[in-house]
């Protein structure tokens, strides 16, 4: 059994900074690509960003130069600090981890963004 616990998430005003963290436990064998999603009320759960167990990331248009990804291998664990954030980064974030072919999901944190 594979659990993904997120949390970092809060309320925060347009121009500041949270960090999530996603800490992947349980039998993980082949813990390959990790990644963040989101999703906003009403509309389609879209990439964030995404590493690879080599660090190689990819992240979406609209959050580049503002938001990083990173992971500790050794913990099994995923980072997304996001910096200077608008309101449109208002969502659910969803970290997201494959192990082996199988994806996995977290329960979602909660990100607010005031202006």
């Known amino acids: 059994q594979v659990q993904l616990v997120e949390s970092g998430g809060g309320l925060v005003q347009a121009g500041g900074s949270l960090r999530l963290s996603c800490a992947a436990s349980?039998?993980?064998?082949?813990?390959?690509?990790m990644g963040w999603y989101r999703q906003a009320p009403g509309k389609q759960r879209e990439l964030v960003a995404a590493i690879t167990r080599g660090g190689s990331t990819n992240y979406a248009d609209s959050v580049k130069g503002r938001f990083t990804i990173s992971r500790d291998s050794a913990k099994n664990t995923v980072y997304l600090q996001m910096n200077s954030l608008k309101p449109e980064d208002t969502a659910v974030y969803y970290c997201n981890a494959q192990i082996a072919i199988i994806p996995y999901w977290g329960q979602g944190t909660q990100v607010t963004v005031s202006s």
């Open positions: 349980g039998t993980i064998f082949n813990l390959n690509n």
